[in-house]
């Protein structure tokens, strides 16, 4: 079987990246756009996409928006935030079905992309701004997720914990923004930060389905009426250099159970060689059930209702997610650092590693049979600038030798102690030392 590549090009400021095949009966779109982390941007940033959401020039009512989705064949819309590097990156999704399955004279795909422009470029306005009643309704959608993130303590402690290792980093601000500056944010400044938005952002835009770049290219070049200029490229993560001393962080909640994160610096990122023998890293010590992290503390030690670890390849960091009960917290430290000292001597097995290379050659294989997540895996080459297949990374995992893993072990820098407790004992506080 011939493979399936993705097809690239340009209009403007708008990169193209078109994935021809026969295998689904949909199309899939996404639209990546992606600026900077900034400390005034990353809440109108945040709120935008919300607004953009709720009506068009054509179909400035919300219903009359999604009346005109259920027209196309029921296509799904949706958008998510969330943060590459020091980047804040939008995307905005669809699907629908493709022409040769419903009976239809006009183009399925053509519809949706024109539809997909205008929510980008020609959003419903009022007086040359953004609709007040959305704007302002909105604000209390964009409060209600940060309050969830709060609501949720183990998202809430990952996201705190990273905050305090990069805490004079763009990466500290959440993708979603901040609670505490949506108040001072109305239709006006907002639809001018939307200007400015749509002025600086990389912009590329997948179509994964029974189509060619040359059909994209024409029907993106009439759909996107964008600011002139060329396509702006995501610019490389800043990489910190270790603390002289592990930094701990314990805040007091109202909460039950203990969560103890920690925060690594890697300084390996995606794109680099050493990037595939740091996914067997932290496959080995936490990603799998049968790593380090789930073996060694939750089954062995039976400290932690859940302990795994999680690799952000786009800013070099790794960090270690467990839940504990609270008196527990200096063992659960010292056995989380064992396991990390016994990553360095190399101490793990044969079996163990051809495990790994496996689960994860079986996550990659499985991205074959969803298009949005072909789009995905070839977008985080995009903002690295490397475009490799996930056939391309199985055989390199596979290539990576035990003596690659502990030297990548090696770079593995622990920054960050987070914990969150209750309020009993003492009063909270940060120190500085472990």
Same mark, same amino acid.
């Given at each position: 079987?011939?493979?399936?590549?993705?097809?690239?090009?340009?209009?403007?400021?708008?990169?193209?990246?078109?994935?021809?095949?026969?295998?689904?009966?949909?199309?899939?779109?996404?639209?990546?756009?992606?600026?900077?982390?900034?400390?005034?941007?990353?809440?109108?940033?945040?709120?935008?996409?919300?607004?953009?959401?709720?009506?068009?020039?054509?179909?400035?009512?919300?219903?009359?928006?999604?009346?005109?989705?259920?027209? $196309? @064949?029921? /296509? %799904?819309?949706?958008?998510?935030?969330?943060? =590459?590097?020091?980047?804040?990156? *939008?995307?905005?999704?669809? #699907?629908?079905?493709?022409?040769?399955?419903?009976?239809?004279?006009?183009?399925?795909?053509?519809?949706?992309?024109?539809?997909?422009?205008?929510?980008?470029?020609?959003?419903?306005?009022?007086?040359?701004?953004?609709?007040?009643?959305?704007?302002?309704?909105?604000?209390?959608?964009?409060?209600?997720?940060?309050?969830?993130?709060?609501?949720?303590?183990?998202?809430?402690?990952?996201?705190?914990?990273?905050?305090?290792?990069?805490?004079?980093?763009?990466?500290?601000?959440?993708?979603?923004?901040?609670?505490?500056?949506?108040?001072?944010?109305?239709?006006?400044?907002?639809?001018?930060?939307?200007?400015?938005?749509?002025?600086?952002?990389?912009?590329? $835009? @997948?179509? /994964? %389905?029974?189509?060619?770049?040359?059909?994209? =290219?024409?029907?993106?070049?009439? *759909?996107?009426?964008?600011? #002139?200029?060329?396509?702006?490229?995501?610019?490389?993560?800043?990489?910190?250099?270790?603390?002289?001393?592990?930094?701990?962080?314990?805040?007091?909640?109202?909460?039950?159970?203990?969560?103890?994160?920690?925060?690594?610096?890697?300084?390996?990122?995606?794109?680099?060689?050493?990037?595939?023998?740091?996914?067997?890293?932290?496959?080995?010590?936490?990603?799998?059930?049968?790593?380090?992290?789930?073996?060694?503390?939750?089954?062995?030690?039976?400290?932690?209702?859940?302990?795994?670890?999680?690799?952000?390849?786009?800013?070099?960091?790794?960090?270690?997610?467990?839940?504990?009960?609270?008196?527990?917290?200096?063992?659960?430290?010292?056995?989380?650092?064992?396991?990390?000292?016994?990553?360095?001597?190399?101490?793990?097995?044969?079996?163990?590693?051809?495990?790994?290379?496996?689960?994860?050659?079986?996550?990659?294989?499985?991205?074959?049979?969803?298009?949005?997540?072909?789009?995905?895996?070839?977008?985080?080459?995009?903002?690295?600038?490397?475009?490799?297949?996930?056939?391309?990374?199985?055989?390199?995992?596979?290539?990576?030798?035990?003596?690659?893993?502990?030297?990548?072990?090696?770079?593995?820098?622990?920054?960050?102690?987070?914990?969150?407790?209750?309020?009993?004992?003492?009063?909270?506080?940060?120190?500085?030392?472990?």
């Amino acid at each position: 079987m011939t493979p399936e590549n993705f097809e690239r090009g340009t209009i403007g400021r708008l990169r193209l990246h078109v994935l021809p095949t026969k295998r689904f009966k949909t199309f899939a779109v996404s639209l990546y756009a992606g600026v900077p982390l900034t400390e005034s941007g990353v809440t109108p940033t945040a709120l935008t996409p919300f607004v953009l959401r709720r009506g068009t020039e054509s179909y400035p009512e919300t219903i009359a928006f999604r009346e005109r989705l259920d027209e $196309l @064949y029921g /296509a %799904g819309f949706g958008f998510d935030l969330y943060k =590459r590097g020091d980047h804040q990156i *939008a995307q905005f999704r669809l #699907d629908m079905i493709n022409d040769r399955f419903v009976s239809t004279d006009s183009s399925l795909l053509q519809a949706a992309l024109q539809l997909l422009g205008e929510v980008l470029t020609k959003p419903a306005l009022e007086d040359g701004r953004f609709r007040t009643r959305y704007v302002e309704a909105e604000k209390m959608t964009v409060t209600k997720r940060i309050e969830a993130v709060i609501n949720d303590k183990i998202r809430y402690a990952a996201e705190r914990c990273v905050e305090e290792m990069c805490r004079d980093e763009p990466y500290r601000l959440p993708a979603i923004g901040r609670k505490e500056d949506l108040a001072a944010i109305d239709a006006a400044s907002l639809f001018e930060h939307y200007r400015r938005w749509l002025e600086q952002a990389s912009l590329d $835009l @997948y179509v /994964a %389905g029974d189509t060619s770049l040359e059909e994209v =290219r024409t029907i993106a070049e009439q *759909a996107f009426r964008l600011p #002139d200029g060329k396509p702006a490229a995501y610019a490389a993560p800043s990489l910190r250099k270790p603390r002289d001393r592990v930094q701990t962080v314990v805040e007091r909640l109202d909460v039950g159970q203990g969560k103890l994160n920690m925060g690594l610096r890697t300084h390996i990122v995606y794109g680099s060689p050493e990037y595939y023998a740091m996914l067997l890293y932290n496959g080995l010590l936490g990603a799998f059930p049968h790593s380090k992290l789930f073996v060694n503390v939750r089954e062995k030690a039976s400290l932690a209702y859940y302990a795994s670890s999680r690799l952000d390849g786009h800013k070099g960091l790794l960090t270690i997610q467990s839940g504990i009960e609270i008196p527990n917290y200096e063992r659960a430290v010292g056995i989380i650092r064992e396991q990390l000292s016994s990553m360095e001597r190399g101490e793990f097995g044969e079996e163990d590693l051809a495990r790994t290379k496996a689960m994860l050659g079986s996550q990659l294989r499985e991205i074959r049979d969803s298009a949005f997540e072909r789009i995905s895996f070839d977008f985080g080459g995009a903002i690295a600038g490397v475009w490799q297949s996930a056939e391309q990374w199985i055989e390199a995992i596979d290539a990576v030798t035990p003596e690659q893993i502990v030297e990548a072990a090696g770079s593995v820098t622990l920054d960050t102690i987070y914990f969150l407790r209750d309020n009993s004992g003492t009063e909270a506080s940060s120190k500085e030392g472990a």
